[in-house]
Nanobody, 114 residues
Framework: VQLQAYGGGLVQAGGSLRLSCAASGSIFRVNVMGWYLQAPGKERELVAVITNDGRTTYADSVKGRFTISRDNAKNTVYLQMNSLKPEDTAVYYC?????????WGRGTLVTVSS
């Protein structure tokens, strides 16, 4: 499974960004896709995940601000990020769980200026 992420960038606090991640390859067993972030000097942590049937899980820090969605026909997962805060600044990684195997995309940098 290959994951290609798009959409990072620089935004002012209070602004919005939308991340996209397209999956390709042996995707027939992918059942969960999502996003994780890693801030400088910190460990990677969950942002949001979504299952094949649309169940979602969010980190408490993003509830009410971020929305994860998935287009199964396009094998793409999206992360709509609203009301961004400087503490959201991090490298965001797309993730896919296929059976018992974990796949990661290259990170995309999101920088939120105050």
């Amino acid at each position: 499974v290959q994951l290609q992420a798009y959409g990072g960038g620089l935004v002012q606090a209070g602004g919005s960004l939308r991340l996209s991640c397209a999956a390709s390859g042996s995707i027939f067993r992918v059942n969960v896709m999502g996003w994780y972030l890693q801030a400088p000097g910190k460990e990677r942590e969950l942002v949001a995940v979504i299952t094949n049937d649309g169940r979602t899980t969010y980190a408490d820090s993003v509830k009410g601000r971020f929305t994860i969605s998935r287009d199964n026909a396009k094998n793409t997962v999206y992360l709509q990020m609203n009301s961004l805060k400087p503490e959201d600044t991090a490298v965001y990684y797309c993730h896919a769980l296929s059976g018992w195997d974990n796949y990661w995309g290259r990170g995309t940098l999101v920088t939120v200026s105050s």
